[in-house]
């Protein structure tokens, strides 16, 4: 999952297919996990930021939009960076900035300042880290690049269910403020696995030999894709779906915590969320390699949307913490499915060619709907005050029944008969009405 991929390398290196490669896919993984579990990750924080800034469910679910859409937006400007500078300095870059972002979210004042610190800085240091990296691994894997690339995917949902508890441990311990600070740290280590991104060097030319291939150049862009009907249809497909992928996973903790739901339990469904979906993605990735399942693997990536939205629906009738475990366990599948199907299918349709321009057209497509899809939600929650869809004749129902934590003592209300009967319908008997 990255931007234009148009950097290949020297020309006339054989990918090593191991040796230092082992090294290369590690730090893959770190870059992946941080890249798409912080902005899951920092929903954790939501509720205290709230309470802080005396804002709303919309305001604070921008945080995440930023980030995404930061992730999901500059992959073109990675590709002009890598190419110009090379992976690593580009990456070390990326890694300060992206620590820097969260160091200087924990002094901020205002959520706007969270905006620029947490989405902005943060969000473009992650952006610079993943995309340098993912090129880095396809240089160094070629006949195991798809084992390759779905170890690092792994990532993703492995720091899914380490960060959602630690960002919860750290707030209870040190504020929202000191948690912030400690994950800067954290993400200083994107620069450790940027320090692993050792270029490979090209073979040594003979000095009989003539001057080494040039490689032809490429688009950075190829727009003709759009001219592929298959193309287009697949990228609205996939906007429309990135609307409301992730507003699910930044929602539910608050969900959890607005039901009663202690703090640490509510940040485990997004352990439980992330522990589905470690074996999803592979699961879904081997399943798909089947000689007589892949030829339908645009209808099986066409299922998994269909279970994500059908999963969503269901989950907003959960009305306790054990529907919202159960949501999570099928909400984790068919997120797997789609992260493990949806480049593949992509690749499917406009073939390998144009695969690098293709998704980075997808992506800044669907940055659009990820900055648009969790304000909208939390917006829609501000206007609503409920998380889930409730039946009209329910909602009448609560509007009469009596509050059932309110006891009334019987000597208050003689008391209260005592002093004040004419407020209550009845006549007061004094000397003068008597007579």
């Known amino acids: 999952m990255g931007g234009a991929v148009i950097d290949e390398g020297p020309t006339g290196i054989k990918a090593p297919d191991g040796g230092w490669g082992w090294a290369i896919l590690w730090g893959c993984f770190v870059i992946t996990g941080f890249s ?40 073109p400007l990675c590709s002009v960076c890598v190419n110009r500078f090379g992976c690593r300095p580009v990456m070390l870059a990326g890694g300060l900035l992206a620590s820097l972002g969260m160091v200087s979210a924990s002094f901020c004042g205002s959520i706007i300042q969270l905006y620029l610190t947490t989405g902005v800085l943060t969000g473009l240091g992650l952006a610079l880290n993943f995309q340098p990296s993912l090129i880095m691994l396809n240089r160094y894997f070629n006949k195991r690049r798809p084992m390759a690339n779905g170890l690092a995917a792994a990532g993703s949902p492995v720091f899914l269910c380490a960060l959602s508890p630690l960002g919860q441990v750290l ?18 280590n994107c620069c450790v696995c940027a320090a692993l991104m050792r270029p490979l060097e090209a073979p040594r030319q003979s000095s009989g030999s003539g001057p080494a291939p040039q490689r032809p150049p490429r688009r950075l862009l190829d727009l003709s894709v759009f001219r592929d009907r298959g193309f287009v249809i697949y990228a609205l497909a996939a906007s429309i ?31 439980i969320l992330g522990f589905v979906d470690i074996f999803a993605r592979p699961t879904a990735g081997f399943i798909t390699g089947l000689k007589k399942v892949r030829p339908y693997s645009v209808y099986l990536f066409s299922f998994a ?15 306790n913490y054990g529907g919202l475990v159960v949501f999570c366990i099928f909400f984790g599948i068919s997120y797997g499915m789609v992260g493990a199907l949806q480049f593949e299918v992509l690749m ?9 321009s293709a998704i980075g057209l997808v992506l800044l497509l669907e ?33 009469h029944k009596p509050p059932e934590d309110v ?20 006549v007061v008997h004094t000397p003068e009405t008597s007579v």
């Open 36 to 75: 798409y579990a912080f902005p899951k990750a920092v929903s954790v924080f939501f509720k205290e930021l709230m309470r802080e800034f005396g804002i709303g469910y919309s305001d604070t679910a921008w945080i995440s939009s930023i980030l995404l859409a930061m992730l999901y937006g500059t992959g």
């Open 348 to 356: 499917a349709i406009v073939g390998t060619q144009k695969f690098s």
């Open 407 to 426: 006891r009334v003592d019987s000597r208050e209300v003689e008391q209260f008969l005592k002093t004040e009967p004419e407020k209550n319908g009845e």
């Open 305 to 319: 949307m269909f279970f994500n939205g059908f999963a969503d629906l269901t989950g907003s009738t959960a009305s």
């Open 241 to 271: 779906m990135v609307l409301g992928l992730f507003v699910p996973p930044v929602f539910v903790v608050s969900y959890a915590k607005d039901l009663g739901v202690p703090d640490t339990q509510a940040a485990f469904l997004l352990t």
């Open 171 to 188: 707030q209870d311990h040190y504020g929202w403020r000191g948690g912030f600070l400690i994950l800067g740290g954290l993400l200083l």
């Open 367 to 399: 940055a659009i709907a990820v900055l648009i899809g969790p304000p909208s939600g939390g917006k829609l929650l501000d206007a609503t005050h409920v998380y889930q869809k409730r039946p009209e004749t329910a909602t009448e129902e609560e509007r």
